[in-house]
């Protein structure tokens, strides 16, 4: 009887951050692995729909993985393609960012000739994720290859505007990640904020936004809470990561993570905030719980 009241009044410490303060440590993953199995989604403060990417717990059986997300709070799983949904619905999770449509990061929208099999994979998969009953799918840019970004830009609005009136008849935004060029996607296109923007410009569709990426916009081009402050109407979906190492994204790395929650809490958005740091502690369920909780401001 005690021994369960503790660890109810250990988790609450956790949240309320008062056990850091008992402990001295700024984001207690130690202490949350003592309490990763308790269900903690009634202890969420509901400002943030949390997620997580499916590819940083690969070595995790999805049926165990999901059981984990829907134990913590997680709405659902990002990055997930058709064939894994049916495990997602049985643990009533939903994918949050749909994948599966692309031929990979290299090979995207700004290269003419991808564009018939892009288009074609698209539009069946549009097709899927609405459905289903899901919103987001991914795209990517793809890599330069000596292209300037001007002629990218216009390659990538001839591909899209082929396959757009259909997201918008589906309800399906088409959402375009930006990553970093500078240390982990050499020659990728879409590696800055303003390049996306005006892609989503041009196109002018309500149902195109940009997956921004906080670890990789950090990288390239920093200024993390003036780019949502000031651009979020053209985010549609937020991931994160510690930088430098894309690891925990506690007090070992430079972003603090509760102020880039609150700026983003601030602009009223609904949509998805999914994890995506690659854990590099002994218990990867626990430093998940454990960013869920730096991030539920």
Known sequence: MSSNVNRRKLIKQVITGSAALATGVAFPSKILAAVENENLSNILKGNI????????????????????????????????????????????????MCNGAEISLTEGFNTLQYHDQLVKSYTDHINYVADAGYTNLICFSGSRRGMDDETGLKNCVTGLKKIMALAEKRGVLIQMELLNSRVDHKDYMCDKSAWGIELCKQLGSPNFKLLFDIYHMQIDEGDIIHSIQTNHTYFGHYHTGGVPGRNEIDERQELFYPAIMRAIVKTGFKGYVAQEFIPADKDPIASLAAAVKICDV
């Open 49 to 96: 729909n949390h997620t997580a990417c499916r590819w940083c717990y690969s070595k995790i059986p999805i049926e165990s993985l999901a059981k984990s997300f829907k134990s913590m709070g997680l709405v659902g799983m990002d990055l997930v393609g058709p064939s894994e949904w049916k495990v997602l619905k049985d643990n009533n999770l939903i994918s949050t």
